[in-house]
């Protein structure tokens, strides 16, 4: 166990729609990350969190966005989905900025999204 | 910009058989370097990490040393378990403090 938790585990919705994922961070982590796992594209960073404030984005779609809370938890929404957006969606905590550092990035387990 | 290059899969090996996943790597400035592993259904998990050139990453049997003048990051294990029947994925940690992946390679071991 990462102590990185997701929800929803699994999540099927219609084209169109607008679906909500959820991270709560290891404790003590400051910086949130999402990155979306699908077979054609592999691992992607969408974006990074620091304390509340947006550190870095990568090849986040304009349809999607993400916040962090005060209390440090953090959702990516995801609208106007699209068949393509099927995948699993991943959610990362450290304490500071990983990466070059060497601090370790936490993965929680995920949230598989299935758009039908 | 930085980027990840590792073997693709699916590498398929007997239990015991020694392993060899490559990674290489470009990148500006002093990166690190992570394998992760997913277990079937399950997220990514740390495996091992590098943080300069010459450092060796262990653990659970697996090794990798950070070879700048090559840049590559090559997993081994000497000895595989069925268990070890996964993904693995070879990042690279920058400056921007997000992580590259490579593609994966899926490792299967048949007893």
């Known amino acids: 166990d990462s102590g990185v938790t997701q929800t929803p585990k699994h999540l099927i919705t219609a084209t169109g729609q607008r679906v909500t994922l959820r991270c709560s961070p290891r404790?003590?982590?400051?910086?949130v990350y999402w990155y979306q796992q699908s077979l054609d594209q592999g691992l992607q960073f969408l974006i990074q969190y620091y304390n509340g404030e947006e550190r870095a984005k990568g090849n986040i779609l304009e349809r999607f966005s993400a916040q962090q809370f005060p209390d440090l938890h953090s959702e990516l929404n995801l609208s106007s989905l699209e068949l393509g957006d099927s995948a699993l969606y991943f959610c990362a905590s450290s304490v500071v900025g990983g990466g070059a550092t060497g601090n370790t990035i936490y993965f929680g387990e995920g949230s598989w999204l299935t758009v039908v | 910009g930085n980027s990840v290059t590792q073997m693709e899969g699916p590498v398929t090996l007997s239990e015991e058989a020694f392993l060899t996943i490559n990674c290489t790597y470009t990148?500006?400035?002093?990166?690190?370097l992570f394998w992760y592993v997913q277990y079937p259904g399950e997220g990514l998990q740390l495996l091992l990490k590098?943080?300069?050139?010459?450092d060796k990453g262990s653990n659970k049997g697996f090794e990798a040393t950070y070879r700048k003048e090559t840049t590559s990051f090559h997993l081994e294990k000497g000895s595989v378990q069925v268990s070890d029947s996964a993904v693995y994925f070879c990042a690279l940690g920058n400056a921007g403090n997000m992580l590259t992946f490579g593609g994966g390679t899926r490792l299967m071991v048949k007893p």
């Open positions: 590098a943080t300069k050139a010459d």
């Open positions: 990148a500006t400035g002093y990166p690190s």
């Open positions: 404790s003590g982590d400051l910086s």
